[in-house]
């Protein structure tokens, strides 16, 4: 049986020039839960935020009365926090298609990023420890976040949020156990 879509080994994609570093197939993504809960948290904030404009512009009114400067905080207060709710429902599904991630055998690397890029690499050989958290929010939606604690004082925690609980946990498992591996006596 043969197919008719070209392969992919490393010397096909030599001879291309779009040799990849990273091949986009051993990155993984985080959970599709992650998109409700990033929209669920950005909600909150946007109300938190509503509720604070909107005290301060009756603040603002009772004490000022009703003027030109009233009606264009009014409106401009209005159109932000229009555009915090838009973001608060779009802007995690268009994350979540820049964010993933990979565990191999030399460590964990990170993609992040819409406009500022970030791959972050942690060798298994600077990992301390790895911890999962879950928040209340983050329980409810069956997802954890995976805290990864390295060797030296500055950025010395690497954080993977989106992830699902079960995999949080069986990543931590996975660097742990590999991480045993390098101990020498």
Partial sequence: ??????????ATLSETGRESVNPPELF?????ANIRYEQLSRAITATTL?????????????????DTAWLLLLAAASIL????????????TISYRHNSWKLDEEGLEIHKG????????VPLGRVQHADVSQG???????LGTLIIHTAGTQNSSV??????QT?????????ISQKRGDYVV
Avoid at 59 to 66: A, K, R, V
Avoid at 81 to 92: C, G, K, S, T
Avoid at 167 to 175: G, K, M, V
């Fill in 81 to 92: 926090l229009v555009f915090l709710f838009v973001m608060a429902w779009r802007w995690p």
């Fill in 136 to 142: 209340p929010i983050q329980r409810s939606f069956g």
């Fill in 1 to 10: 049986m043969t197919t008719d879509h070209p392969t992919t080994d490393a």
């Fill in 159 to 164: 954080v993977l949020s989106g992830l699902s």
């Fill in 28 to 32: 993984k993504k985080l959970a599709p």
């Fill in 114 to 121: 819409v406009f500022w890029k970030h791959q972050i690499s």
């Fill in 167 to 175: 995999t949080a946990t069986e990543l931590r498992d996975q660097i």
């Fill in 50 to 66: 509503t509720v604070v404009a909107t005290i301060a512009l009756l603040i603002w009114w009772l004490n000022n009365g009703f």
